[in-house]
């Protein structure tokens, strides 16, 4: 599919979309600002992703796809996952498909949601994944529930990047005085180095460390 958010218009939260979001999201966004197209939610550590994810997973993006809902004259887009490394959840499952509000209209326009997390074909991510097809953006945290997987080749090894593709040397154990984070890139001096970043296979150990610790 085209990259159709560099060539339509991005509709951001006329007040019908932010009903339906506060409806659909049930509390998970405190609060959806119009006209800075920022997004606010509450801060998760690591453990808390985990715990409050359905199913956890690593793989590859193969489609983006749109969908008109006509009933409810709402976009949608479908974001398929396969060669799944599931780490909670279904482990049989070889393919995932994650269905995010948004996408272009009917009418030329596409209503975009500020916070959530855009996908390319071809890139691998792990996914904490919570209430698909009943949650606006199905993801624990939105943002929050992605890490995307780089190639340092200096090392030679698959890392962990964050939603905006920095890379992550350090996960968050404990929340934060206030517990609120916003949808916003990392200044200058928080910026990690690819040399610092965590390896994959470390960070699905946890994963599986924390999901044997809840059980």
Known sequence: MSDWTKDLYVLRFHWQWVSLVGVLMAGSVLLLTRLAGATTVLEK???????????IALGTVTAIESEWDAEKETP???VTFSDLEVSKGDTSQTELTLRFLGGPTPDGLVMQIAGTPQFHLGERAVVFV????????????????????????KRKIETIANHAGQPVAALPMVQTQGGIVHDAPLTHTQK??????????????????????GQ
């Open 45 to 55: 550590t690591f453990p808390a992703l985990v715990q409050d994810a359905e199913v």
């Open 76 to 78: 949608f887009t479908l």
């Open 130 to 153: 919570t209430g698909n097809e009943t949650q606006a953006l199905p993801l624990v945290g939105l943002w929050q529930g992605v890490y995307r997987v780089t190639f340092d080749p």
């Open 192 to 213: 990690m180095t690819q040399d610092a970043a965590m390896p994959l296979a470390t960070f699905l150990q946890l994963i599986e460390q924390e999901v044997r610790d």
